[in-house]
């Protein structure tokens, strides 16, 4: 497996261990090959948001908030265009790491899914404070208080935390293989 040295939302990656600024490794699955994007999806009863990564799977972007009657046809849409290899659902829990009660609505979701797309890893991910996480993220974006109460935009602000934080489980595990 290949590292390059590389910077990320102002964080210095190299590619020599010993180097001061080193966090972690982003891995390259080979020298500048595109391998499939990860989607993320923050879903709601109403509304879900989502996110995706770049080809190489190292930045997690952004990239729209669906309603929940039309996620299923979006993300048909999507995955005809684009190459995705996985897809990350939240997972509400609550403070003592069990099920919330929104797992009663997303769970099924889920099960829905995995037979939509079976050949697309269908993974999940604690999504806990996401939406306090997005909220404070657009307080310091500088958004006024009018933005800040459009809800697709804190969903989809969510999907991508949710990404972020799977990518950054994804690259530690290949730091402590």
């Given at each position: ?26 891995p390259l ?21 989502i996110a ?121 595990q290949i730091?402590?293989?």
């Open positions: 497996m290949e590292f390059q040295p590389l910077t990320l939302t102002g964080m210095a990656f190299k590619s020599k261990p010993d180097q001061k600024e080193c966090s972690f490794f982003v699955h080979h020298k500048n090959q595109l391998v499939g994007r990860i989607l993320a999806i923050d879903y709601g009863q109403k509304r879900a948001g995706v990564t770049d080809e190489l799977q190292m930045i997690a972007n952004p990239l729209a908030t669906v309603h929940v009657k039309d996620l299923i046809t979006f993300l048909k849409d999507y995955c005809n265009r684009e190459e995705v290899e996985s897809m990350v659902v939240g997972e509400p829990l609550d403070m003592k790491s069990k099920a919330s009660d929104a797992s009663r609505f997303i769970e099924p979701f889920v099960k829905h899914l995995r037979k939509k797309f079976p050949e697309i890893r269908i993974e999940r991910m604690d999504e806990r404070f996401t939406s306090k996480m997005a909220m404070q993220t657009m307080i310091e974006a500088g958004l006024g208080r009018k933005a800040r109460q459009n809800k697709a935009l804190v969903d989809t602000i969510s999907a991508t935390l949710i990404l972020q934080s799977y990518l950054e489980m994804k690259a530690n730091q402590h293989k």
